[in-house]
């Protein structure tokens, strides 16, 4: 009786292997369209951040770069 469970056991693991065995295509379109949807709704946060994030970069690259003195 053990070994036949066991069987089972292991059957019920190959079974469950051979269905999932990573993602399909429809599941990666889907998740693809999620995104874009995304992006579309969150289009205005998302520039705004990236706008404010450049000109933070653009500020401080500038003062760096101002406050180097050449060397002759």
Do not use: C, H, W
């Not at 969150?42 to 520039?47: L, N, R, S, V, W």
Request: proline share 3%; net charge positive; charged share 20%.
């Amino acid at each position: 009786m053990g070994r036949s469970k066991r069987m089972d056991q292991k059957r019920m693991k190959q079974k469950i292997i051979r269905n999932n065995q990573g993602f399909g295509v429809v599941e990666v379109i889907l998740i693809i369209v999620v995104v874009i949807a995304l992006i579309i709704i969150f289009q205005e946060q998302i520039t705004s951040i990236f706008n404010r994030a450049m000109g933070a970069l653009k500020n401080s690259t500038e003062s760096y770069f101002n406050n180097i003195t050449p060397t002759p």
